[in-house]
């Protein structure tokens, strides 16, 4: 087994998932927004303390996804915030990439950027402590969307950053989102999805990519958010298995899904039926961004320095998640 493959198995070993909290300074602020809460960086990095300190870190989470302003900042007792989260017994990871444009050509889709400068960027990650590296593809879906080009452009991309990340030695997340935005039919999002994903593999496979050393990170296929063709969970569940049994080389040796806008009980149903019927060799984990915070950005906010309360909340929908990635989560557990 390969260093990169065991780097990858143990980030999602027993139930693990990944908690995304690399949000960029934009995103986190409209966060912090949204409760009240002024975005400055030490209350950025207060509330993440308060994640990456909670008793879950442990049990259930396998690795963090860190943004660049936090892997650099000093904990409240002077520890560095890689090291802090090892100890906890995760494993750090940092965001590379610097956000999706506008794609020249098909200016209404994006592209993703950040491949200029990359390997000095990444050597600088490693030496910090970095285990793991994520980049987001996004797609949009409507009648001719994503195009040919724009996924042609994000798959070139995710392929140069992987072969630059395995180089370095961490473990690439590849993560084309298909984003849930619009009316479209659970359908369009399965076919949808589908091509995105097999260019992403001809182009990893091209750039030499070592599949056994990744993690996907998909969306799953849900029907859009403003679609009246709603489907039900189980039907989400079985066919974003059926599309990425299809799509995916059996080489990868994990995929942990993205919440993408799902509320948090509905990303945990969905992840735990697809646990229950994992018909694949996949092992089928998470890497929640708002599916893991959102509650417990709510509770924190009310009182910024109740840190045992807000952990209570992260540590509880850790538990469910982590339940659900072994396929054994009930709605009776939550509370
Ligand atoms: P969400 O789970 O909130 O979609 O965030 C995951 C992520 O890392 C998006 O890039």
């Known amino acids: 087994m390969s260093e990169l493959n065991n780097i990858a198995l143990k980030i999602i070993e027993k139930g693990k998932g990944i908690l995304a909290a690399d949000e960029s300074t934009g ?16 209350n950025r990095l207060l509330f993440r303390e308060t994640l990456f300190s909670a008793t879950s870190m442990t049990e259930c989470i396998g690795g963090v996804i860190l943004y ?143 599949l056994t050393g990744i993690i996907l990170k998909p969306n799953m296929i849900l029907s859009g958010n403003k679609s009246k063709d709603k489907i039900s969970n189980e039907e989400v569940a079985k066919l974003t298995l059926e599309c990425l049994k299809n799509s995916v080389p059996s080489e990868v040796p994990g995929i942990t899904f993205l919440s993408g806008g799902q509320s948090e009980i509905e990303a945990t149903e969905n992840l735990n039926l697809i646990n229950k019927y994992n018909n694949t060799n996949f092992i089928m984990s998470y890497s929640y961004g708002r599916a893991l915070q959102q509650s417990a950005l709510k509770f924190w906010a009310k009182d910024i320095q109740n840190i045992d309360g807000t952990q209570k909340v992260f540590n509880h929908r850790a538990k469910m998640n982590t339940l659900a990635a072994q396929g054994k989560w009930s709605k009776d557990l939550e509370i």
């Open 68 to 210: 660049d302003e936090t892997i650099k900042q000093l904990s409240s007792k002077k520890n560095k915030i890689p090291e802090l989260i090892s100890n906890m017994g995760a494993a750090p990871g940092i965001k590379v990439d610097t956000g999706a444009k506008a794609l020249a050509g098909s200016l209404d889709e994006k592209v993703t950027e950040g491949l200029d400068g990359l390997r000095e960027r990444l050597k600088e990650y490693y030496k910090l402590g970095a285990k793991f590296t994520k980049w987001r593809g996004v797609y949009s879906i409507s009648k001719n969307y994503p195009s040919k080009l724009s996924i042609e452009a994000n798959a070139h991309a995710l392929a140069r950053y992987s072969a630059l990340v395995q180089e370095c030695n961490m473990v690439p997340i590849v993560e084309p989102e298909v984003l849930m935005d619009g009316e479209h039919s659970a359908k369009e999002c399965y076919e949808k999805t589908s091509n995105v994903i097999k260019k992403c593999f001809e182009e990893l496979i091209l750039h030499k990519v070592d």
């Open 27 to 42: 995103t986190m602020t409209k966060r912090l927004d949204s409760v009240n809460v002024p975005s400055t960086p030490e």
